[in-house]
């Protein structure tokens, strides 16, 4: 498989949070969602990746790539939306693309103007009157606008109206159709990341506990509804977050594939009940199972 | 690089326009009365070219976060501090080369010239040096930081000077007899050189100091 990002044993330290030995890959025109609480992580990691603060250990791979070198030419095929939009406040829209345009080999002017036409920003306001929904997809045009292979976006949602935030994942799904396009994002945000990830990484206290792609996960948990002693002990007792229902139990089980066989009588009588998991009823698990 | 280097010539600008008017002005009005010496004028304007244009754009690149909108764009940290140290080099050439033009040109005796052209380029190479450590404490701290400390070291070193330096000249029997034998001896000249090769650590160590520092 080709990978458009390869971290490996990536190490950020500082005082009270480590980022601990972060390793994982991006295949190339995937996109993949890092999931976390708030201070796992996920901020530092993506800083990390574009190189705008200093690991303390670990290697980072862009294109096969790494960043001492070859910073100017990993950045001209990279686009960037953070977690705050930074720009030059009393400037306008014409200002930044005239400033941004002049760092970009590949940039394309008629793609920016139909993204700005797209979304109906104005061209002569100054950026300090922009709402937070506006500056996001701002920084949306000027990351799509020079043809990155590589998108990275940080909480490119979060704090964003429900309309705005349906848009911004519309044109990731619209994006999702560029096979030549590969996106490592974060949220914090399930519902987003479950629409849209191939991939899913999920990361806990500066560690990746999860790093899948999103249909084998799916296959692997499930949760099981089941009558009293309808199931194996060794399987009930493997289950997590278990819950008495009014007709027997639940539980979500990470080895569906395993004990998959030892349901196949239950399910034939009907005291016990296969359901899909959504990423959030994982998380909870994972949390919970620790 | 050279987008950096083009905004913050514009923002030097700022400050050359009213030079030249004030440059038009004097000539005109000031320079037949002798009343001020433009050696001292552009000395000193050298030094308010750096120190102000410094200030301003950097203030400003702080409140604007421009430093965190450059570190998304492909530029590296090596391109944005060179292009700093070019500017400053530029514009403080320009000035003393000015300085010396001039003092050239309006000379009315060959006395005390050595001197003040001495005077002119080593205040150039002080004022290179002034813009050096500005930057090292804005890549350190940042510039709100940096401003605090350097500003209460410069009024300090500033009091210093003004009240021990005569001291200490006259202490070593320094005086304008002195100043003149140094300038015609011509051993300044090493010393402005090594004062410009200074310059060149002091912006190789910024890079170190911007490569290694978290955002600014």
Same mark, same amino acid.
């Given at each position: 498989?080709?990978?458009?990002?390869?971290?490996?044993?990536?190490?950020?330290?500082?005082?009270?949070?480590?980022?601990?030995?972060?390793?994982?890959?991006?295949?190339?025109?995937?996109?993949?969602?890092?999931?976390?609480?708030?201070?796992?992580?996920?901020?530092?990691?993506?800083?990390?990746?574009?190189?705008?603060?200093?690991?303390?250990?670990?290697?980072?791979?862009?294109?096969?790539?790494?960043?001492?070198?070859?910073?100017?030419?990993?950045?001209?095929?990279?686009?960037?939306?953070?977690?705050?939009?930074?720009?030059?406040?009393?400037?306008?829209?014409?200002?930044?693309?005239?400033?941004?345009?002049?760092?970009?080999?590949?940039?394309?002017?008629?793609?920016?103007?139909?993204?700005?036409?797209?979304?109906?920003?104005?061209?002569?306001?100054?950026?300090?009157?922009?709402?937070?929904?506006?500056?996001?997809?701002?920084?949306?045009?000027?990351?799509?606008?020079?043809?990155?292979?590589?998108?990275?976006?940080?909480?490119?949602?979060?704090?964003?109206?429900?309309?705005?935030?349906?848009?911004?994942?519309?044109?990731?799904?619209?994006?999702?159709?560029?096979? /030549?396009?590969?996106? +490592?994002? *974060? @949220?914090? =945000? $399930? #519902?987003?990341?479950?629409? !849209?990830?191939?991939?899913?990484?999920?990361?806990?206290?500066?560690?990746?506990?999860?790093?899948?792609?999103?249909?084998?996960?799916?296959?692997?948990?499930?949760?099981?509804?089941?009558?009293?002693?309808?199931?194996?002990?060794?399987?009930?007792?493997?289950?997590?977050?278990? /819950?008495?229902?009014? +007709?027997? *139990? @639940?539980? =979500? $089980? #990470?080895?569906?594939?395993? !004990?998959?066989?030892?349901?196949?009588?239950?399910?034939?009588?009907?005291?016990?009940?296969?359901?899909?998991?959504?990423?959030?009823?994982?998380?909870?698990?994972?949390?919970?199972?620790? | 690089?050279?987008?950096?280097?083009?905004?913050?010539?514009?923002?030097?600008?700022?400050?050359?326009?009213?030079?030249?008017?004030?440059?038009?002005?004097?000539?005109?009005?000031?320079?037949?009365?002798?009343?001020?010496?433009?050696?001292?004028?552009?000395?000193?304007?050298?030094?308010?070219?750096?120190?102000?244009?410094?200030?301003?754009?950097?203030?400003?690149?702080?409140?604007?976060?421009?430093?965190?909108?450059?570190?998304?764009?492909?530029?590296?940290?090596?391109?944005?501090?060179?292009?700093?140290?070019?500017?400053?080099?530029?514009?403080?050439?320009?000035?003393?080369?000015?300085?010396?033009?001039?003092?050239?040109?309006?000379?009315?005796?060959?006395?005390?010239?050595?001197?003040?052209?001495?005077?002119?380029?080593?205040?150039?190479?002080?004022?290179?040096?002034?813009?050096?450590?500005?930057?090292?404490?804005?890549?350190?701290?940042?510039?709100?930081?940096?401003?605090?400390?350097?500003?209460?070291?410069?009024?300090?070193?500033?009091?210093?000077?003004?009240?021990?330096?005569?001291?200490?000249?006259?202490?070593?029997?320094?005086?304008?007899?002195?100043?003149?034998?140094?300038?015609?001896?011509?051993?300044?000249?090493?010393?402005?050189?090594?004062?410009?090769?200074?310059?060149?650590?002091?912006?190789?160590?910024?890079?170190?100091?911007?490569?290694?520092?978290?955002?600014?």
């Amino acid at each position: 498989m080709d990978y458009v990002l390869e971290v490996k044993d990536l190490r950020k330290k500082y005082q009270g949070f480590t980022l601990n030995d972060v390793s994982f890959r991006l295949p190339h025109g995937t996109i993949t969602g890092l999931i976390g609480p708030n201070g796992a992580g996920k901020t530092t990691t993506i800083k990390l990746l574009m190189n705008m603060i200093r690991k303390n250990s670990g290697e980072v791979k862009i294109f096969g790539l790494d960043y001492s070198n070859n910073e100017k030419e990993i950045k001209n095929r990279i686009g960037y939306v953070g977690e705050e939009q930074y720009f030059y406040q009393n400037k306008t829209i014409k200002w930044t693309e005239k400033f941004v345009s002049g760092f970009y080999k590949n940039w394309d002017p008629e793609m920016f103007e139909n993204l700005i036409r797209k979304f109906q920003l104005p061209l002569n306001k100054k950026i300090k009157k922009f709402s937070k929904g506006m500056k996001v997809k701002l920084s949306f045009a000027v990351a799509l606008s020079h043809n990155p292979e590589l998108l990275i976006l940080d909480e490119p949602t979060s704090g964003l109206d429900p309309v705005i935030r349906r848009e911004i994942l519309d044109l990731l799904l619209e994006l999702k159709q560029k096979e /030549e396009l590969s996106v +490592f994002l *974060s @949220s914090h =945000i $399930t #519902d987003d990341l479950f629409r !849209i990830s191939d991939q899913i990484a999920y990361m806990v206290d500066g560690e990746i506990i999860i790093d899948e792609f999103k249909d084998d996960l799916l296959a692997r948990w499930k949760k099981i509804i089941f009558k009293t002693e309808s199931l194996q002990a060794e399987v009930e007792n493997g289950l997590i977050n278990v /819950e008495k229902q009014l +007709f027997g *139990s @639940s539980g =979500i $089980t #990470d080895r569906y594939s395993e !004990i998959a066989g030892s349901l196949e009588e239950g399910l034939k009588k009907g005291d016990i009940k296969i359901e899909n998991v959504n990423l959030d009823d994982i998380l909870i698990s994972l949390v919970n199972g620790e | 690089m050279w987008k950096l280097i083009r905004i913050q010539f514009i923002n030097y600008l700022r400050y050359i326009i009213p030079l030249g008017i004030f440059l038009a002005f004097y000539f005109t009005e000031f320079y037949e009365g002798g009343k001020l010496p433009v050696f001292v004028f552009l000395c000193f304007w050298a030094f308010l070219l750096i120190s102000g244009s410094l200030s301003t754009s950097e203030s400003y690149e702080e409140k604007n976060n421009g430093y965190r909108i450059l570190s998304s764009l492909p530029i590296t940290d090596r391109e944005i501090v060179r292009s700093k140290f070019l500017m400053v080099f530029c514009a403080v050439t320009m000035i003393t080369l000015l300085n010396v033009i001039l003092l050239i040109i309006r000379l009315q005796s060959v006395e005390g010239l050595g001197m003040k052209i001495m005077i002119g380029i080593l205040w150039g190479v002080f004022c290179l040096h002034y813009g050096a450590l500005m930057y090292i404490g804005i890549f350190k701290l940042g510039y709100t930081r940096m401003t605090k400390y350097f500003w209460t070291a410069f009024l300090f070193t500033i009091v210093l000077m003004v009240f021990f330096v005569g001291d200490v000249l006259s202490g070593l029997k320094i005086g304008i007899d002195s100043l003149n034998k140094f300038s015609e001896s011509l051993l300044w000249i090493p010393i402005a050189i090594a004062g410009v090769i200074v310059y060149y650590f002091l912006y190789k160590y910024t890079i170190r100091i911007k490569e290694i520092s978290e955002e600014v």
